[in-house]
């Protein structure tokens, strides 16, 4: 026997633990010599499963100068990609990243560290995987030709790319984090999905870039990302959102200088690729942690000086009669002295919707308000550092010639005048029906006079002068005075409801006293009627009982009748007892009020559902120590299923709960509400509606109605480019009320209920205009056509 057989035989008698080494074979040479990476490598390989074998091609077949790059990704990359990523994606995007890099003039001024974690990588956040930045890199070299500076390149792209691939900002997104492709497919994106789409074209040209954001700013407003790029220091800029003053400008340097390092939900975070630790925030998916951050807070509180503590920053919004954002002309003058002293132009639909016109103003001042040079509005501007202002332009009605209105009148008086079971089998005129198709407005108008004088009305009126609501064998009194000078469109209506509930009847009855003058009057607030409510009786529930809707229904519809109120200006608020009723009443019935607040109270199990503030504002105040019956505990987790369904959005659910440091239940300072509530506008026909019955009472709820409401049952739906989306849970069958405010009825309508699509021919119908008006009691929700659903 050789030698060299023996030594083999020895080795495999006496170290039986070592593997023998496999058969020397040219591939298997090669492969050998392919096994470039270290073991911290083989410990990202060892979490791809069945993906293995791609990553391992990819390290073989990658070029030397760029093995330290594919290195680097695979080391960092969450475990999603590990598992997913094909050998020629990854082989592919390293080159054109080294290629982009090295074409760039900066270059040299670059770190390998910033190369790495900040033009390398192949994404962002939680956006698909895809070619995205092969497709970008062609049209981001032509636009930065010629560009000297990593700053001066980015700041073309972000004035040039947009408009190149028609991408723009909107809500109606598809998804939040959608990758460049996707966005440019539909040509719509969320400042997520712009922030990547910029993030990838500056990476491309080898620009180091990433994304920032914050998962909520300070005031609570909602989240917002934008775009890091390094030039010489990492600077800031919004995605789409070029500033003629360059870097470190933007509309929100104001909210994000509020920022808080050490509040988790409040501060500001960038990207990371390289693990760190921390995780960046996504408010679309909060559970995803694999997303790496840093902290950088600390790079933009510091960046405006201080608010000047006697002025507020004003920020106002200002919409259609379809509650879309408009660019419109906004002057403010001092009521005082008649002075101009601030005027701008609002943000549209195409800008981001925490993107305000502010202005500085100072603090418990009264101004005016123009939008358009129409009519002066009141202002008054609160204690706080921000107040946000909703104006609304209003449909000017087209005129009816003078014939046909009176034709139109007489005709209305008469169905108003006779019984319900004549007006079922009514019939209108095709002239008429021809009038409320081509002038909703004018008729609506017409329809509210002809209404308001029937002879149907006198309970109402007798109750209305008695200083009384009632509705069944409940009757509720009230006080009331005026404050201010009316408003063009009618007063204000503020109904106050007291503290107290089971108790003696004597003791409701002070309550009912004190809370005739519990919030203080702001005539510099627009003029409005103060009206304090007693509750029907003296029970423990007094304020959120099945009975208290439908009186609260007939007190607004009898001041609509009779007090020359605003319907559209109706708030509701109450302290205690009164909060408690605040929660129960203004969620169940949102489509009447413009703003509901609650002190000192809290959600009702089974009776409040915050599902269905969507479109009105609600706030609540309830003090710290405030903890019997579950008092602060019930609000905390109120406010926390609110933050759950506004989710990325910041245009919806319109609420916030104050906890009072130092507070326990009484003497809440919450006086002065009414400055933050008196400029709200109800919005009558929200393109958006989400509905969770709570009882068997109330079957209308904006532009929806059932026959049958019962609790758990659940509706919701939208109204868009003559396109309805219904979904049901719980029920089987939904009514859609419609008028021009909603679709054109000169279209075909499309339905989809439940994901089953139909096209219909919708038009206005007169008589079902009058019987929504006759049941709501209310101009604004009054419809013209009707839609039966049924799954």
């Keep these: 026997m050789s030698p060299l057989v023996l030594s083999s035989v020895c080795l495999g008698l006496f170290?039986?633990?070592?593997?023998?080494?496999?058969?020397?074979?040219?591939m298997n040479r090669k492969l050998q010599a392919a096994k470039w990476w270290p073991s911290t490598t083989d410990k990202a390989l060892a979490?791809?499963?069945?993906?293995?074998?791609?990553?391992?091609?990819?390290?073989?077949?990658?070029?030397?100068?760029?093995?330290?790059?594919?290195?680097?990704?695979?080391?960092?990359?969450?475990a999603r990609d590990l598992q997913s990523l094909s050998s020629q994606f990854l082989l592919d995007h390293v080159r054109l990243a080294y290629e982009g890099f090295a074409k760039a003039p900066w270059k040299t001024r670059i770190s390998n560290a910033l190369f790495l974690n900040d033009v390398l990588p192949y994404s962002s956040l939680t956006e698909t995987r895809d070619a995205s930045s092969q497709l970008l890199q062609g049209k981001a070299r032509l636009i930065v030709a010629g560009a000297k500076t990593p700053g001066e390149a980015a700041q073309r792209l972000n004035a040039k790319l947009f408009p190149l691939v028609k991408v723009r900002y909107s809500t109606a997104r598809q998804r939040p984090d959608q990758s460049p492709i996707e966005s440019m497919s539909t040509g719509l994106a969320s400042c997520s999905g712009l922030s990547i789409l910029l993030v990838d074209a500056c990476r491309g040209v080898g620009i180091p870039a990433r994304v920032v954001g914050t998962p909520m700013w300070a005031n609570g407003r909602g989240n917002h990302t934008w775009v890091e790029i390094w030039d010489g220091k990492w600077q800031f800029l919004g995605a789409a959102e070029p500033d003629e003053q360059g870097l470190n400008h933007g509309w929100f340097v104001g909210d994000a200088a509020q920022a808080r390092a050490d509040v988790p939900q409040n501060a500001i975070y960038a990207t990371s690729f390289k693990k760190t630790g921390l995780s960046f925030p996504l408010v679309w998916a909060p559970t995803v942690g694999w997303v790496n951050a840093v902290n950088v807070t600390s790079n933009y509180t510091p960046k405006i000086a201080a608010l000047n503590p006697n002025e507020t920053r004003v920020q106002f919004r200002v919409v259609d009669a379809q509650n879309r954002r408009i660019a419109s002309a906004v002057a403010v003058t001092d009521a005082a002295t008649k002075n101009e002293v601030f005027h701008g132009v609002s943000k549209s639909e195409s800008s981001d919707l925490n993107d305000f016109l502010s202005a500085l103003l100072k603090r418990s001042e009264h101004y005016k308000v123009s939008v358009g040079g129409g009519a002066l509005q009141d202002l008054v501007v609160g204690n706080q550092s921000e107040q946000l202002v909703d104006l609304t332009i209003a449909t000017v009605a087209a005129p009816i010639k003078a014939e046909e209105s009176a034709q139109l009148k007489m005709a209305l008086q008469a169905y108003f005048s006779v019984s319900s079971a004549q007006q079922n089998t009514w019939k209108f005129s095709p002239t008429l029906q021809n009038l409320l198709r081509d002038h909703e407005e004018a008729v609506r108008q017409i329809a509210w006079e002809a209404y308001r004088a029937a002879p149907i009305h006198q309970k109402a009126k007798q109750d209305f002068d008695g200083h009384q609501v009632s509705w069944n064998q409940y009757l509720s009194p009230y006080t009331f005075n005026t404050v201010g000078t009316r408003p063009k469109n009618g007063w204000g209506l503020v109904i106050a409801m007291h503290g107290g509930g089971g108790t003696a009847k004597e003791v409701n009855d002070e309550q009912w006293r004190g809370m005739q003058s519990h919030y203080k009057d702001h005539p510099e607030a627009g003029g409005y009627v103060y009206l304090a409510l007693r509750a029907p009786n003296d029970t423990w529930n007094g304020f959120y009982d099945d009975y208290v809707y439908p009186l609260v229904a007939n007190l607004i519809q009898q001041w609509t009748l009779f007090g020359d109120i605003d319907p559209n200006k109706v708030d509701i608020l109450g302290y205690s007892h009164g909060g408690y009723g605040a929660y129960a009443i203004g969620p169940k019935m949102p489509d009447r009020f413009a703003a509901i607040h609650a002190s000192a109270g809290a959600a009702t199990d089974g009776e409040t559902a915050a599902l269905n503030l969507r479109n009105t504002p609600f706030s609540a105040m309830v003090g710290e120590f405030d903890t019997a019956y579950d008092r602060l505990e019930r609000n905390k987790r109120f406010d926390q299923e609110i933050r759950a369904l506004r989710g990325t959005r910041t245009d919806i659910y319109?609420?916030?709960?104050?906890?009072?440091?130092?507070?326990?239940?009484?003497?809440?300072?919450?006086?002065?509400?009414?400055?933050?509530?008196?400029?709200?506008?109800?919005?009558?026909?929200?393109?958006?509606?989400?509905w969770l019955m709570t009882d068997s009472v109330i079957s209308d709820f904006f532009w929806l109605r059932t026959d049958s409401p019962a609790k758990t049952r659940e509706v919701r739906a939208t109204c868009r480019d003559n396109k309805i989306e219904v979904n049901l849970t719980n029920t089987d069958s939904i009514k859609?009320?419609?008028?021009?405010?909603?679709?054109?009825?000169?279209?075909?309508?499309?339905?989809?209920?439940?994901?089953?699509?139909?096209?219909?021919?919708?038009?206005p119908n007169l008589l079902t205009f009058c019987q929504t008006l006759a049941r709501r009691g209310d101009p604004q929700l009054a419809f013209s056509a009707e839609i039966d659903l049924h799954l």
């Design 736 to 763: 859609v009320f419609l008028d021009r405010r909603l679709v054109d009825f000169d279209k075909p309508v499309t339905v989809v209920l439940n994901g089953q699509k139909r096209e219909m021919k919708v038009a």
């Design 15 to 26: 170290a039986p633990a070592a593997r023998c080494a496999p058969k020397s074979t040219p």
């Design 47 to 78: 979490g791809a499963g069945t993906n293995r074998r791609q990553l391992v091609i990819a390290l073989q077949k990658v070029p030397l100068a760029q093995r330290e790059g594919l290195r680097f990704l695979l080391e960092n990359m969450p």
């Design 654 to 690: 319109p609420v916030h709960i104050d906890v009072m440091a130092g507070f326990q239940h009484g003497n809440l300072r919450d006086g002065d509400m009414l400055v933050e509530m008196l400029p709200a506008v109800r919005n009558a026909v929200p393109h958006e509606l989400s």
